[in-house]
Nanobody
């Protein structure tokens, strides 16, 4: 599994941005995917995840209703659509993968390189 995240950039408060995570390695049809972020001077935090087995994605409370995680049709991509962005959403965003069907906040084995999202006030 080799993950590559892309789509970061600069956006104004209230704007939208879409991130994409592509697996360029072994297909991860049975991997649960997670998105994480790390703001300057803070620890990395779980944003949300989606299981390979289907079902609704799981999100951290701070982004519920604003962010949406979905799998691509080819199932080798996972997208993070971010709407109504706030300055506190500024961070480096990472995608990650773990075996198993359970969405968890830790225990991810594979990580993308991260993509920077900056929300200006």
């Amino acid at each position: 599994v080799q993950l590559q995240a892309s789509g970061g950039g600069l956006v104004q408060t209230g704007g939208s941005l879409g991130l994409s995570c592509v697996n360029t390695g072994r297909p991860y049809r049975r991997y649960t995917m997670g998105w994480f972020r790390q703001a300057p001077g803070k620890e990395r935090e779980f944003v949300g995840g989606i299981s390979w087995s289907g079902g609704s994605p799981s999100y951290v409370d701070s982004i519920k209703g604003r962010f949406t995680i979905s799998r691509g049709n080819a199932r080798n991509t996972v997208d993070l659509q971010m709407n109504s962005l706030k300055p506190e959403d500024t961070a480096v965003y990472y995608c990650a993968a773990r075996g198993g069907a359970t969405i968890t906040t830790r225990g991810y084995d594979y990580w993308g390189q991260g993509t920077l999202v900056t929300v200006s006030s």
